[in-house]
C-alpha cells in the first residue's frame, strides 16, 4: 500500500510538469518563442492562488479565503495578464535576445518573492496552504489517488482543448509564423499579436500548474522557482518532443521520474554530508540524456506530426494525368 501511494504522489507531481510542459509547448513548440522564464509565471500562478485561497494573517497581506476553484482560475489570470505585459515588451525580440530578456525578468521576479515579505512569506514561504481532498489527509494512499486523479483530469482536458487549438485555424497560423513570418504577414496576419496570444495562453497554463503544485504540496518558497525549474521543464519538452502534446505530457513524466530516481540514488549512494554536492549529479545525469537522445532522436520521443491538407494529400498520392479532369 505505501508503494501504491508513493506511486500516486509521484504521478501527482508528474501531471504538474505535464501541464507546465504543455504551457511551455504552445508557446515553443507551436510559436517559436524561446522562454527561458518558465519559472517565473509557475510562481506567479502558485502565489496568486495561494494569496486568494488562504485564511487571512496579521503579518501578510492578502489571505482571502476563497475556494480552491478560484484560487487556481485568479492564478491562471494573472499568470496571463503578468504575460501580457512581459510579452508586450519582449516579443519584438528574437531568439537569444528573447531568451536573455525573459531569463531576466525571471530572476527579478524571484527576487520579488524572496524579498516581499508582507505579500509571499519572503524566505520563509508560505505553509498550511488549503489542500484538496483535505478531509483524506489521514489516509495517504486515499489522498494521493484522489489528487492524481484530479491531475490527470486537468491534464486530459488542456491536451484535448490544445489539440482542437492545434488544428483549428489559429493553430495552423501560428505554425505558419513560427516557419515564415513574413510569409504570414503578407497573407494578411498580424505576427506580433498572433505571438502575444500564444505567450499568454502559455502563461496561463503554466500559472495554473504552479497552482495545482502549490495545492498539493501544501507550501511553497522562493527556491521552488529558481531557474532549475526551467531547465528540467526545457528538458522534458525536448525530450518528448517539441510541438507534439502528447511528447509534452510523455516527455514530463520521464524526466520526473528520472530526476526523481536519480535522488533517491544518490542518497543510498552518498553519505548525509556529501548529498548537498552529490546533488548536482542530477543535472549531469539529466544533461547526459539529452545529448544521447538529441544524437538519437533530434526531434524527441514523439516529433510533431507535420499536418498538410486532404486535399494536397490526395493529389500527392493519385496524381491526374496530364489533361484528365479532376472529379469534384
Not at 478560484?70 to 531568439?95: K, Q
Not at 531576466?104 to 508560505?126: D, P, R, Y
Not at 490544445?162 to 505554425?175: C, D, I, K, M
Not at 513570418?181 to 505576427?191: D, V
Request: charged share 10%; aromatic share 10%; glycine share 10%.
Amino acid at each position: 500500500m505505501e508503494y501504491l501511494a508513493y506511486a500516486a504522489f509521484f504521478m501527482t507531481l508528474a501531471m504538474t510538469y505535464s501541464i507546465i510542459c504543455l504551457g511551455l509547448n504552445v508557446q515553443w513548440g507551436q510559436t517559436g518563442l524561446f522562454n527561458v522564464g518558465v519559472a517565473a509565471f509557475v510562481g506567479v500562478g502558485a502565489y496568486t492562488s495561494v494569496l486568494l485561497t488562504t485564511p487571512p494573517t496579521p503579518d501578510r497581506i492578502g489571505g482571502f479565503g476563497l475556494p480552491i476553484a478560484f484560487g487556481w482560475i485568479g492564478a491562471a489570470l494573472v499568470s496571463a495578464f503578468i504575460s501580457f505585459i512581459v510579452g508586450a515588451l519582449t516579443l519584438r525580440m528574437r531568439s537569444d535576445y528573447l531568451a536573455i530578456t525573459t531569463f531576466g525578468i525571471a530572476i527579478a521576479l524571484q527576487l520579488c518573492f524572496q524579498n516581499l515579505e508582507s505579500l509571499t512569506g519572503g524566505v520563509f514561504g508560505v505553509g498550511f496552504i488549503p489542500r484538496a481532498f483535505s478531509s483524506l489527509q489521514g489516509t495517504p494512499i486515499l489522498f494521493n489517488l484522489a489528487n492524481f486523479a484530479l491531475a490527470a483530469a486537468l491534464v486530459i482536458a488542456l491536451y484535448f482543448i490544445l489539440e482542437h487549438l492545434a488544428r483549428s485555424p489559429w493553430g495552423r497560423v501560428l505554425r505558419a509564423v513560427r516557419e515564415d513570418e513574413t510569409a504570414a504577414q503578407s497573407l494578411g496576419k498580424n505576427p506580433a499579436s498572433l505571438r502575444l496570444q500564444a505567450f499568454m495562453l502559455g502563461g496561463a497554463i503554466m500559472g495554473l500548474a504552479g497552482a495545482v503544485q502549490a495545492h498539493f504540496i501544501g507550501f511553497i518558497a522562493p527556491p521552488n522557482y529558481l531557474p532549475m525549474l526551467t531547465f528540467q521543464v526545457w528538458a522534458m519538452l525536448i525530450v518528448g518532443g517539441s510541438g507534439n502534446n502528447k511528447g509534452a505530457i510523455l516527455g514530463a513524466v520521464l524526466v520526473w521520474a528520472i530526476w526523481a530516481l536519480s535522488g533517491s540514488l544518490i542518497s543510498e549512494l552518498f553519505p548525509a554530508d556529501q548529498q548537498a554536492r552529490a546533488a548536482s549529479l542530477q543535472i549531469v545525469i539529466i544533461g547526459v540524456m539529452l545529448c544521447l537522445l538529441l544524437l538519437w532522436r533530434p526531434q524527441g520521443l514523439l516529433p510533431e506530426r507535420q499536418s498538410i491538407s486532404k486535399h494536397l494529400g490526395a493529389r500527392t498520392e493519385t496524381p491526374q494525368p496530364i489533361g484528365r479532369k479532376e472529379n469534384a
